[in-house]
């Protein structure tokens, strides 16, 4: 999550994620968003490898862990997961990682395009990047959806039009 915009500007479904996919991940985003100047995480073993540790200090990006026990020092990323177990990952039984996959780029296309934030002052996530000004920021670009292999942009095309039909 962008602790400015709001954007959820990855969302990841795998069968295990390591140190080392998350920094291939977050190499991904700096290609299409730019780097960061810092990345704020909690203390997971994805997050504490030597794996990130190495790809923080490659990427000159400064790496911020939260206390142990302190969720609300990331705030913003604890409210984005809980309305994401909420609303898909407690509603939905995945049978496919390629299912996973869709559903919840289906998911984080509707939260960054169509749900109106007050924090943001009823702009949506991407409306509210494309529309800051004065800001010199990379996160305040246009956003810029992850790349999706074709059968995947068809299936989530059909999911969103199920959405909107049903």
């Known amino acids: 999550i962008d602790d ?3 954007e959820c500007i990855a969302l990841v479904a795998d069968t295990s994620l390591s140190g080392h996919r998350v920094a291939r991940e977050l190499n991904q ?7 960061p100047k810092m990345v704020v995480s909690d203390n997971g073993t994805e997050f504490t490898s ?7 200090d490659a990427a000159r990006v400064d790496w911020h862990y939260i206390e142990p026990g302190k969720p609300m020092q990331n705030g913003f990323i604890e409210s984005f997961n809980g309305k994401l ?19 919840l780029a289906t998911w984080r296309n509707d939260y960054n ?12 996530p ?23 292999a074709k059968q995947d942009q ?4 059909n999911r969103q039009s199920e959405l909107k039909a049903g």
């Open 126 to 148: 991407a409306e509210f990047a494309n529309r800051a000004t004065g800001m010199n920021a990379p996160a305040l670009r246009a956003y810029a959806p992850m790349p999706v």
């Open 85 to 103: 177990r909420d609303e898909k990952l407690n509603e939905t039984l995945f049978t496919t990682l390629h299912q996973a996959r869709v559903e």
């Open 113 to 124: 395009h169509h749900r109106p934030h007050s924090s943001l002052k009823g702009q949506t």
């Open 50 to 56: 030597n794996a990130i540790l190495n790809w923080a």
């Open 29 to 35: 985003l700096i290609t299409q968003r730019g780097a």
């Open 4 to 6: 400015c915009t709001r």
């Open 154 to 157: 068809h299936d989530i095309i």
